[in-house]
């Protein structure tokens, strides 16, 4: 598929219809444990962005921690991948410490192994944000029609991200 997307350029209004839908978020995401809230940031896009907010967590001495799970799914292929950030404040801290990192506690990992279960039922693959989504797909002189924009084209790049530039 990507051989006909970004080399031959056969599937260019294939592409432009795929961005254009909306992802659907899982009912079932509505029970995950802790959960907050979820937000989707859904634009004309070959993916998607879904934020899912867990309750925050406070304890002695005013330490307060803010957990979410930031999930970005392709419209192009069934695939996923997951990041984690962590918003830290406490009375001894000025501001807030923001972290971005892997799920770190449990309702953390309680809510991916949910979510991957889900996603995994309805079809969809996980891929490690730290290495698959970096793994190198084409060289940019494979693709002469396209405007190189980093080192090499990435699967990230391919499956998230609009490098066609069409939309």
């Known amino acids: 598929m990507l051989h006909r997307l970004l080399v031959k350029r056969e599937l260019d209004e294939w592409y432009k219809n795929k961005s254009a839908e909306k992802i659907q978020v ?8 802790h959960l907050k809230k979820i937000e989707v940031r859904d634009l004309n896009n070959p993916s998607g962005d879904i ?3 867990l309750l925050d967590l406070s304890g002695e001495n005013g330490f307060h921690l803010e957990q979410q799970i930031n999930m970005k799914v392709s419209k192009l292929v069934p695939v ?3 990041d984690y950030s962590y918003s830290l404040r ?6 807030a410490y923001d972290i971005v990192g892997t799920a770190e506690s449990l309702e953390l990992i309680q809510g991916t192994n949910y979510i991957n279960k889900i996603m995994k ?7 490690s944000y730290l290495y698959d989504y970096y793994d190198t797909v ?3 002189n494979q693709l002469p029609d396209l405007q190189p924009f ?9 499956l998230f991200t609009d490098v066609l530039e069409l939309l």
């Open 150 to 158: 980093n080192r090499r084209l990435t699967l990230g790049d391919a």
């Open 90 to 95: 406490h009375d001894l801290i000025d501001g």
């Open 121 to 127: 039922e309805k079809g969809f693959i996980e891929l």
């Open 51 to 53: 934020t899912i907010q």
């Open 80 to 82: 996923y991948v997951l």
């Open 26 to 33: 899982p009912q079932e995401f509505n029970q995950i444990k």
């Open 138 to 140: 084409y060289e940019w």
